[in-house]
Nanobody
Framework: QVQLVESGGGLVQTGGSLRLSCVAS????????LGWFRQAPGMEREFVAA????????YYADSVKGRFTISRDNAGNTVSLQMNSLKPEDTAVYYC???????????????????WGQGTQVTVSS
């Protein structure tokens, strides 16, 4: 497994930006597929974005496409989520996750991932 620690959450106004980071240790980072999920109060955890091992392919939920960007730095064992044009409905706890395998469909499923961070709170005020 991979140990994951998120940071960068906080309170921001509608239209603002935040950048989440997730540092990994353990299993070779470059061999992992990485994803970001979020969970709002009373809601199920939902897919936000994912990136393949080389970073060549990225996938996004329709709700964040064009506003969020996922990236990775294999040398620094870090995956990031740049969030722009934030909306109140983006308010949630954001989790990064790692998987040993995945594709364009399965990387959207939480069950694909075997390692999870503790989460970081993002609150967008209206």
């Amino acid at each position: 497994q991979v140990q994951l620690v998120e940071s960068g959450g906080g309170l921001v106004q509608t239209g603002g930006s935040l950048r989440l980071s997730c540092v990994a240790s353990g299993r070779t980072f470059s061999a992992s597929y990485l994803g970001w999920f979020r969970q709002a109060p009373g809601m199920e955890r939902e897919f936000v974005a994912a990136i393949t091992r080389t970073g060549y392919n990225t996938y996004y939920a329709d709700s964040v496409k064009g506003r969020f960007t996922i990236s990775r730095d294999n040398a620094g064992n870090t995956v990031s989520l740049q969030m722009n044009s934030l909306k109140p409905e983006d308010t949630a706890v954001y989790y990064c996750a790692a998987a040993t395998r995945g594709g364009s469909v399965s990387l959207r499923w939480s069950r694909t991932y075997d390692s999870w961070g503790q989460g970081t709170q993002v609150t967008v005020s209206s």
